[in-house]
Nanobody, 119 residues
Framework: QVQLVESGGGLVQAGASLTLSCAAS????????MGWFRQAPGKEREFVAS????????NYADSVKGRFTISRDNAKNTVYLQMYSLTPEDAAVYSC????????????WGQGTQVTVSS
């Protein structure tokens, strides 16, 4: 069983930076890619960024492109989300996810970490 645990959320002021981490554990953890998603109150969950586990290819939502950076440390089974120039619109519960096969929904999810941005 794979477990994903996020950390690094918190309360910051607009314009600040924050880095989220997602540590994966499990007997055999070998995803094809991992992603970050977020959900604000009253809104649907939305894709933020993803990274392939082997090649490190990245993909970003337009709303965060140029401000957020996703990276991974394969040795530590950890994926990071560096967030810069945060705005109140970035406030949400951020969850990481992993999938073991291409072209299927993410099948492993963390519990989420709250990011609050004050104006």
């Amino acid at each position: 069983q794979v477990q994903l645990v996020e950390s690094g959320g918190g309360l910051v002021q607009a314009g600040a930076s924050l880095t989220l981490s997602c540590a994966a554990s499990g007997r055999t953890f070998s995803p094809v890619d991992m992603g970050w998603f977020r959900q604000a109150p009253g809104k649907e969950r939305e894709f933020v960024a993803s990274i392939t586990w082997r090649g490190g290819s990245t993909n970003y939502a337009d709303s965060v492109k140029g401000r957020f950076t996703i990276s991974r440390d394969n040795a530590k089974n950890t994926v990071y989300l560096q967030m810069y120039s945060l705005t109140p619109e970035d406030a949400a519960v951020y969850s990481c996810a992993a999938r073991s096969t291409w072209n299927v929904p993410y099948n492993y999810w963390g519990q989420g970490t709250q990011v609050t941005v004050s104006s």
